[in-house]
């Protein structure tokens, strides 16, 4: 054929319904949990307070959910399989207010191409419902029927007239662990909603209308009741509440984590990465505790259409909302450890503004709004009652009544506090032990020291103005070419963290000053040491050049293990290692502490 003859013959046609719901079935609706969820969130929608999902062969064969919600007219049974029908969405604004679950129209219509459809609903008052019968797209039945009030959708043989998605679908065990998933998610979002599981004939799960904590424990285990950490905050921007398991109860796989925004579950894995590494100091690796983690916010403020399956978010300012969640995790966690909160290092505690108001008038630059309205991007500063005396406004006194309990106040009581045994003890001149009120804590005094010293160093390489202490006598070091050589090249680091160093010819160097936690006379082999610990660790840790230099400092000048500490310099480390950043780990990652609670200690002795 000629071009020619081509002219005025279209190449370009639209597709016929039964192809394009085919189509957009294999974006939303990937494997039966996709059935399952869209049928539930509807359900949600609906108001029902009693809602049942039923499968069968893993939702193969069937995936049924029953509800006693408003029920649909029968114009409106057949207009919910229609394309982009929806009752949600009126005009463009409402995309920016989203806060049912479905609403793109699309689902449904998906569904019934790729499956046989049985529908029975029918609202209160009505004298009978409708019964709507669609297999592969094409309506089967459309007639009255008895039923009850609420809605009745089975979905049977799914991708019956698709064989190919079919087959790729997983073994019915890995299938049914998908739907349990999607049926967590929404039984945990709306804890005012009786919900009931069946597969292949038995009831999985039966959760009547009842508190988070019953809720969680009935779905996990009643283990979870007795060792769930409780939340809450609240700013003009955000609300955040939830629940965090104490991290005993980790398992050696993902599936209990779970955040929600305006009642719908949702993923966004940047934010599941800082909450998950909080708990590090009471996990091991590969470990994942359980934390269910609700945010109420604006609806204009987050994107739910961004994701075919609607389960990634973006929030218009996701430094703000990062920060908040770290904040308010780590303070419950902080606080059901007992964990004295001496270091402000989180946002919140250093007056950081998150209202509404001041959000709205930024540009939507997360990181740009954050320095516009947090205290500005200079080196957050960790005050303790030891290096800046009552004026951080938590003395000795206020610390030991957090880590301790409650201080008497009658004669008799403080009489007995003066003589009470000491409150830190050193085993093997290696760990300091200390009673919490709710069990033992162990600290390795050389770890958290490495701790201590590294986020102090990274501090003073970014102070204008170090802090040096000036040697009475200049101290000249010989060093090799190739020590000299990465001297020359980490010179600009090591002067701001307060060492005075020139370079003569040579091979050698004259110290003139050096940081305030190096002993007067050490410093030659203090910096001689430094630099051989950085090559080995520019060999195997992929980290800036101050970082590796702030670890190779730490680790020399760190209080070493077998080294005999005074109750006094006890209390000083620990006061200092919770006013770190970072508290739990030392700067390569290994433990500072560890905890101990009673029951597991009475446990031991049983």
């Known amino acids: 054929m000629n071009q020619t003859e081509d002219k005025g013959q279209s190449i370009i046609h639209t597709m016929p319904p039964e192809l394009s719901n085919k189509i957009a079935a294999g974006e939303v609706i990937q494997r039966p949990a996709s059935v399952a969820k869209e049928l539930l969130d509807n359900a949600v929608d609906a108001g029902a307070d009693k809602i049942k999902l039923i499968v069968q062969q893993a939702g193969r064969t069937l995936i049924q959910v029953i509800d006693n919600g408003s029920g649909m007219t029968p114009e409106d049974a057949r207009l919910c399989f229609e394309r982009h029908a929806t009752s949600k969405i009126q005009s463009v604004e409402d995309l920016f207010r989203i806060r049912t679950m479905g609403f793109r129209g699309e689902a449904m219509a998906s569904i019934a191409s790729i499956s046989q459809v049985e529908m029975k609903t029918k609202r209160m008052g009505d004298e009978s419902g409708i019964l709507l019968e669609i297999w592969g797209g094409g309506e089967k039945r459309f007639e009255p029927v008895a039923t009850d009030d609420g809605t009745s959708v089975a979905i049977r043989n799914l991708f019956y007239n698709v064989p190919a ?27 005012d909603i009786e919900f009931e599981l069946h597969a292949d004939g038995d009831r999985i799960y039966h959760l009547p209308n009842q508190e988070l904590k019953q809720r969680v424990a009935d779905i996990f285990g009643k283990q979870y009741r007795a060792s769930l950490i409780p939340f809450s905050e609240e700013t003009s921007y955000v609300k955040i509440h939830g629940l965090l398991a104490d991290p005993k109860l980790a398992k050696k796989s993902r599936g209990e984590q779970f955040l929600f925004v305006n009642g719908r579950p949702f993923q ?13 100091a009471w996990t091991k690796q590969n470990e994942y505790p359980f934390y269910a983690i609700y945010l109420e916010i604006e609806p204009s403020q987050v994107d739910v259409n961004v994701h075919p399956a609607k389960m990634e978010v973006k929030f218009d300012d996701e ?20 964990v004295p909160d001496v270091g402000k290092s989180d946002f919140m505690e250093n007056d950081f503004d998150l209202s509404f108001d001041q959000i709205g008038q930024s540009d939507n630059t997360g990181s740009q709004h954050f320095q516009q309205r947090g205290r500005p991007s200079e080196p957050v500063q960790f005050p303790s009652r030891i290096n800046f005396g009552k004026s951080s406004g938590q003395d000795g006194d206020e610390s030991a009544r957090q880590l301790y309990g409650e201080a008497e106040q009658n004669e008799e009581s403080k009489s007995r506090s003066a003589s009470r045994d000491k409150t830190f003890w050193q085993l093997h001149n290696r760990y300091i032990l200390t009673q919490t009120r709710t069990g033992l804590t162990v600290i390795d005094q050389h770890a958290a020291h490495k701790r201590i010293i590294y986020e102090n160093t990274l501090s003073a390489t970014e102070e204008s103005l170090p802090f040096t202490q000036q040697l009475l006598f200049a101290r000249t070091i010989e060093l090799s070419a190739s020590e000299f050589s990465l001297l020359e090249e980490l010179l600009p680091i090591i002067q701001r963290m307060g060492f005075s160093i020139d370079l003569l010819s040579g091979n050698t160097a004259i110290i003139n000053g050096v940081p305030a936690d190096i002993d007067i006379g050490d410093e030659r082999q203090v910096l001689r040491d430094m630099l051989h610990q950085y090559r080995d660790l520019d060999k195997t840790l992929k980290l800036e050049a101050r970082e590796k230099v702030a670890i190779a400092f730490a680790s020399r000048t760190a209080i ?36 101990m609670s009673m029951e597991e200690i009475m446990r031991r002795f049983r």
């Open 165 to 191: 998605r079919r087959q790729f679908l997983k073994t019915d065990a890995t299938e049914l662990k998908h739907i349990i998933r999607v049926f967590q998610n929404i039984a945990l979002a709306n804890t």
């Open 268 to 280: 966004h894995r940047y934010l599941s990465y800082v909450i998950l590494s909080l708990y590090d």
């Open 319 to 338: 430094r703000s909302i990062t920060q908040l969640v770290r904040s308010v995790v780590k303070k419950a966690l902080n606080e059901h450890f007992v």
């Open 560 to 595: 070493p293990r077998g080294k005999r500490l005074t109750e006094q310099e006890m209390e000083l480390l620990i006061d200092q290692l919770f006013a770190c950043e970072e508290p739990y780990k030392d700067p390569l990652q290994h433990p500072t502490l560890m905890y």
